[in-house]
T-cell receptor, first 109, second 114 residues
Framework: AQRVTQPEKLLSVFKGAPVELKCNYSYSGSPELFWYVQYSRQRLQLLLR??SRESIKGFTADLNKGETSFHLKKPFAQEEDSAMYYCALFTGTASKLTFGTGTRLQVTL | KAGVTQTPRYLIKTRGQQVTLSCSPI?????VSWYQQTPGQGLQFLFE???????NKGNFPGRFSGRQFSNSRSEMNVSTLELGDSALYLC?????????????FGQGTRLTVV
């Protein structure tokens, strides 16, 4: 069965410090991984997906199949990055996302 | 264009009752998925509909059911409510539900069972 693990419930960093939100997955098929973000009082929204290999708001994530990881990184944290981050694995043929439990990122001055 | 709309935003129901939640997808989107979000279990997939057909189902009891109409609007029904059904129910729509299409989420319906 598929599983997504986000080991940290809360990650607190100072503004300007590097950020790494960890995500590990377990899936026997070819994985399709996403990071979703939920800012305060806003709906869940897609941040980035591994197939697009793009940087969004300074965040990047590389799929490491050997380590079954998809960690989210940003070199310099900003206050506006404070939010809840969810790693998600797409499985099946019909829009089924398996989510991790989420990590709350808190960026302080 | 308008985003995914869920109604109502809040609901309070009594144990044993049933409830119906509604989701209007983004115009043109044919896939609608439902998720339950709780502090203990996080986000869990309930089911997905595409062109009025259920294509995928999560591990929830039969008390949880859904349907999709010809205009792609979807409803989710929970019968014989239990206290543990208290949760935020999220709906997501995408154009096709395929792995390369983005899912757009609604604001959710917060259900409280007392």
């Amino acid at each position: 069965a598929q599983r997504v693990t986000q080991p940290e419930k809360l990650l607190s960093v100072f503004k300007g410090a590097p950020v790494e939100l960890k995500c590990n997955y377990s899936y026997s098929g070819s994985p399709e991984l996403f990071w979703y973000v939920q800012y305060s009082r806003q709906r869940l929204q897609l941040l980035l997906r591994h197939i697009s290999r793009e940087s969004i708001k300074g965040f990047t994530a590389d799929l490491n199949k050997g380590e079954t990881s998809f960690h989210l990184k940003k070199p310099f944290a900003q206050e506006e990055d404070s939010a809840m981050y969810y790693c998600a694995l797409f499985t099946g043929t019909a829009s089924k996302l398996t989510f991790g439990t989420g990590t709350r990122l808190q960026v302080t001055l | 264009k308008a985003g995914v709309t869920q109604t109502p935003r809040y609901l309070i129901k009594t144990r044993g009752q049933q409830v119906t939640l509604s989701c209007s997808p983004i115009s043109g989107h044919r896939s609608v998925s439902w998720y339950q979000q709780t502090p203990g279990q996080g986000l869990q997939f309930l089911f997905e509909y595409f062109s009025e057909t259920q294509r995928n189902k999560g591990n929830f009891p039969g008390r949880f059911s859904g349907r999709q109409f010809s205009n792609s609007r979807s409803e989710m029904n929970v019968s014989t409510l239990e206290l543990g059904d208290s949760a935020l129910y999220l709906c997501a729509s995408s154009s096709s539900g395929d792995r390369d299409t983005e899912a757009f989420f609604g604001q959710g319906t917060r259900l409280t069972v007392v």
